[in-house]
């Protein structure tokens, strides 16, 4: 009922880049809505973006403009694409299956000089 796998976190500056992926198996990925979240220290896990299976994308105002997620059904992997990084966007980003309410283990981002 569906794995969860990410990938690419790290340290990187303001105003750099960092692309996350998130490999899933144990389920028919091409029919699933899929989502990025994030949780920094002390605060709730929040919805950055989402991907439905028709490809219509959905974004918190905070990083509109600046995060692009995308899917390849090919390769059963959702992506995050972080431009400008802010040190406010530094928190663990997690992968989400709805269907399944199934959490990838989280990869840490951290946005710093």
């Known amino acids: 009922q569906g794995q969860l796998v990410e990938s690419g976190g790290g340290l990187v500056q303001p105003g750099g880049s960092l692309k996350l992926s998130c490999e899933v198996s144990g389920t028919i990925f091409s029919a699933r809505t899929m989502s990025w979240y994030r949780q920094a220290p002390g605060q709730q896990r929040e919805m950055v973006a989402t991907i439905t299976s028709g490809y219509t994308t959905n974004y918190a105002d905070s990083v509109k403009g600046r995060f692009t997620i995308s899917r390849d059904n090919t390769k059963k992997t959702v992506y995050l694409q972080m431009n400008s990084l802010k040190p406010e966007d530094t928190a663990v980003y997690y992968c989400?299956?709805?269907?399944?309410?199934?959490w990838g283990q989280g990869t840490q981002v951290t946005v710093s000089s």
């Open positions: 989400y299956l709805a269907i399944y309410n199934r």
